[in-house]
């Protein structure tokens, strides 16, 4: 569990959610939570009824998703791609507070600009 956490908390700090506002995120920190996002799915694809791999996944893909975010990328990128992996940490674990707010912030943007909510699936 202990490791799990680690993963995690790696990832928050690689994208600085951990003290609050979160820096940008350039291309080179992208790169690393899209392996880290990558590792851990397979692993987890291959274990699926290990928790810890499970949980390891759901904070890699919640890690990569605000990744996309906030990254570099222009808007209509970046917006896209952290909704689908926001999506994905929310079918690994519907109670993940963060994605789910995260969806909301920017699926609320869509609509305000009185455009269509991207589909992802």
Partial sequence: MKAVLSVGFA???AIGLSQGAP???NAEKLAKLKKTY???????????K???????YEDAALGYGLGCMY???P????YVSALRYLRETVKINPKNKVANEQIK???DIY???GRPVPKTD
């Avoid at 990558?38 to 699926?48: D, G, Q, R, Y």
């Avoid at 290990?50 to 390891?56: P, V």
């Fill in 75 to 78: 808007p209509r990128e970046k």
């Fill in 23 to 25: 820096a940008q995120v």
């Fill in 111 to 113: 609509k305000q600009m």
């Fill in 50 to 56: 290990d928790t810890k791999l499970k949980k390891a």
């Fill in 11 to 13: 990832i928050l700090c």
């Fill in 105 to 107: 912030m920017i699926e």
């Fill in 71 to 73: 990254s570099e990328l």
């Fill in 38 to 48: 990558e590792t851990a799915k397979a692993a987890s694809v291959k274990k699926p």
